[in-house]
């Protein structure tokens, strides 16, 4: 799921021209470049929803109609920005929002600005999300015409009362058959999300939802622990206590569920939360690894986030102000900030101690090595990684993952 969050943090005002600090391409040929294309529309909003999306209602004057001709701008506002940088991109991923709720032309057309702007790399893994009721055989099959070869479709579960409590508009049994369209449409590599923890939702639902997303023969699952923000439909029943909340014991179980299970089925973890045929490295994201791995992507849209060369910032919020900016010649960028090397060190270990290859020993400070040691000692950490050098972490681990980055980080 790369979805936008709703909330922007605070930060320095971006140039009116989206310039970068010099030394923000500095050994920029040793870094992948990708891009994130945020799609902010929604036909409904789901119940636990706090991306920055919009439905019909709340757009403000504009229209989905114009939107690939804004975000294309923006692609042309990268390449002035970056100047002579040589790279090719290597993975571009449409997410939202619902990207298929454009015409496969719109997001066509998004694709071939990136081509005609900076090229391609020859093996570029492209990317949409798409929601299940969003798309039929004959739209799968214009997507893979116009360079698409990745698909992610949200299924979140195989229950019908989950799904009614997530407000997702899809039937069970639907993103099987989407994954069987995608395949007679030629794409290769197709991914599943899930979410477990949903209020109601049994140990027995969560396995049944597990096995038909098996059954549909994915390469790539993600399971991500239901998430309830503050401000959302889902937050306001459960305070009303019209639907129970689940705790992180439950959590905790239904990860080991799914761990149990994809794995028995040939998958390995490879991110907490993203599993993929064991073996396959191309089975992988290779856009969410670019992010887990500091690389370099430019998101374009509202509320879209970029990272630079140890720059980072995000786009203003709404469609309407997004396309104001453009229209006047500005960047939308609404504030960023300059990462020192000590935030660079941080996140490094944030996002890599959350891969299967964990993250290197001599980054951490003299007390998060301390704490390396007893996560070790206490099962958290694997044993022989950690005598190479390395903190990787053990299926204990990955359960309190949240809890062995802090104090690594600490």
């Known amino acids: 799921m790369e979805s936008m969050p709703s909330a922007l943090p605070d930060g320095e005002p971006v140039p009116g021209d989206g310039s970068l600090p010099a030394h923000a391409l500095d050994g920029a040929g040793d870094r992948p470049l990708g891009f994130y294309l945020h799609v902010p529309y929604c036909a409904t909003r789901c119940g636990?929803?706090?991306?920055?999306?919009?439905?019909?209602?709340?757009?403000?004057?504009?229209?989905?109609?114009?939107?690939?001709?804004?975000?294309?701008?923006?692609?042309?506002?990268a390449r002035r920005v970056l100047g002579d940088d040589p790279r090719r991109v290597e993975t571009v991923f449409v997410g939202g929002g619902t990207p298929t709720l454009l015409p496969a032309a719109e997001l066509g057309r998004m694709l071939a600005a990136i081509g005609d702007e900076f090229g391609l790399a020859a093996n570029a893994e492209i990317t949409t999300e798409a929601n299940p009721e969003s798309v039929d055989a004959a739209y799968l099959g214009e997507l893979r015409e116009a360079g698409f070869n990745r698909v992610s479709f949200g299924m979140q579960s195989a229950r019908a009362h989950v799904l009614r409590v997530l407000d997702r508009t899809h039937t069970p049994g639907r993103p099987e058959e989407c994954v069987a369209e995608a395949r007679k449409a030629g794409f290769r590599h197709v991914n599943l999300d899930l979410i477990y923890g949903t209020p109601g939702e049994s140990d027995e639902d969560w396995r049944a939802s597990l096995d038909a997303a098996l059954g549909a023969g994915p390469e790539h699952i993600s399971a991500y622990a239901l998430i309830v923000e503050e401000g959302t439909q889902l937050a306001r029943r459960i305070r009303r206590g019209?639907?129970?909340?689940?705790?992180?014991?439950?959590?905790?179980?239904?990860?080991?569920?799914?761990?149990?299970?994809?794995?028995?089925?040939?998958?390995?973890?490879?991110?907490?939360s993203n599993w993929a045929v064991a073996g396959d490295a191309a089975a992988r994201c290779r856009h969410n690894e670019l992010y887990w791995t500091g690389a370099d992507w430019w998101g374009?849209?509202?509320?879209?986030?970029?990272?630079?060369?140890?720059?980072?910032?995000?786009?203003?919020?709404?469609?309407?102000?997004?396309?104001?900016?453009?229209?006047?010649?500005?960047?939308?960028?609404?504030?960023?900030?300059?990462l020192t090397a000590e935030d660079r060190r941080i996140e490094r270990i944030l996002l890599e101690l959350r891969l299967r290859q964990g993250c290197p020993l001599p980054l951490l400070a003299p007390q998060g090595a301390e704490a390396a040691a007893r996560a070790r000692e206490e099962g958290l950490l694997e044993p022989g990684p950690y005598e190479e050098g390395r903190a990787v972490l053990t299926l204990r681990g990955r359960l309190l993952a949240d809890a062995v980055v802090r104090e690594l980080v600490d």
């Open 300 to 338: 374009a849209g509202p509320g879209a986030h970029s990272h630079i060369g140890g720059v980072r910032w995000w786009n203003v919020k709404h469609p309407a102000a997004y396309a104001q900016a453009l229209a006047e010649g500005r960047s939308p960028g609404a504030g960023r900030e300059l």
């Open 242 to 272: 019209e639907v129970p909340m689940t705790d992180d014991d439950v959590h905790a179980d239904r990860y080991l569920i799914a761990e149990e299970r994809l794995a028995a089925a040939g998958m390995e973890w490879y991110e907490v």
């Open 48 to 77: 636990y929803c706090d991306f920055n999306t919009y439905t019909a209602t709340e757009l403000g004057g504009t229209s989905r109609e114009r939107y690939a001709e804004q975000v294309v701008e923006e692609i042309r506002l």
